[in-house]
Every structure is written in C-alpha cells, then in structure tokens.
C-alpha cells in the first residue's frame, strides 16, 4: 500500500463509528476484518502478538510470537514443545495475546486457554515452512543454554548433513498451539484519548459485546 493509500486508510478509520450495532456479533470475524485491513495496509509484520504466559511460581512472561492460522476455534502459533513457553504452558495453559497496529491505532487483546494442536496440523503447517527454517527446528535446542554462536552453527550444518537429498520430518519436540478465546476485546484509537473499547465475552458458548471506558 503506497503511503497516500495508507493515509487514506488511517483517516477513514479514524472517523468511522465503532459501536456494538455495527461490529460483527462473532469476534473472530471481526478480528478478521481488522487483520485483513492491517495486512492490507502494508504493515510490517501484521502477524505478531504478544504472547503472556504464566511461569509455575506465578511470575508473568511475555514474548512475541506469530500468527500462523486462525479461525472460530481459535488463534494458532507454533514453536518448541521443550522451550520456556512450552513448559509455562504445560502447567498453567492460560494466556493472553496483544496485537498492536499502530499505523491504524488500533489494539485487539485475547484471553483465553492453550491446547496443542494436531499432529496432523503440525505436520502440514511444518511442510510448508523454508527447508531453512525445518532444519532451523531440528537445529535449536530452544531456551536452553549453548556455549556460543558457533555451537548452533555446527548443529545446523549437522542437521544439513543428516537431511540431505531427503524431505525433513517435523520434529517431536516441535508444534503448534491453539489459543481459545474466553475474551477479545478491540480497541480503536480516537482524538482526545476517548477511545472506543469493545469487548467480547464468552458464556455457554455465546459471544456478548460490552462498551468498556477508554
């Protein structure tokens, strides 16, 4: 999207009304309506969210990570199973996810539970990948401590070696989770900091939509 395009964007975003009668009554297809808008727009990276687990000791811990799939289920990433993520999420599976567009001032907040998805999944997301990134996978012991730069280097080149001529499996250790939403609230950004704050609560598997203050 070329920078008077994007200009455009942003002022009629900045003037449209953003209410519980004109949103979508399911929030993923309002996230979806967003989502597209910020991939539209050129941002970089639109995917990115932060992830914020919870350690076992009750610590909060906070990363950013991709977003790979979404749909009524929920919003998918992938990573280690053995990284620190993964361990914080083997015991305590909740989580919240923030996504930040800040070019379109806009801001969508997901709470929710974690389960991994399924092998299957897994493996058809990892076939997709850049041969670069697979042996990247096998490569890196994730969150655990090497002796330096040039240790993750030899693994690569081991992992190279060992895949070479032949397709590369998706590892054990390696997968992706779902984050089922509970809530999702979106916020959009307006002048004199009254912003507009919708969110979205799950009950018995109904979505109902709440005006929150800015």
Known sequence: MTKKKLELLQQEISTAPFG????????????????????????????????????????????????KAFDDRGFVFYTNYNSVKARHLAVKPNVSLVFLWLALQRQVRIEGRTEKVTGSESDEYFSTRPRSSQLGAWASP??????????????????????????????????????????IEFWQGRDGRLHDRLIYLKCEGQWTIKRLAP
């Open 20 to 67: 519980k009668s004109i949103v979508h009554s399911n929030p993923i297809a309002q996230f979806a309506i967003w989502y597209d808008q910020a991939v539209q727009s050129g941002l970089l990276e639109p995917g990115a969210m932060t992830l914020a687990t919870v350690a076992p000791d009750e610590s909060p811990s906070a990363r950013i990570v991709l977003l």
């Open 142 to 183: 994730q969150s655990q401590e090497i002796p330096g730069r040039q240790n993750l280097d030899d693994r690569y080149l081991t992992m190279e070696k060992e895949f070479q001529g032949k397709e590369i499996p998706r590892p054990e250790f390696w997968g992706g989770y779902r984050v089922i939403p509970e809530t």
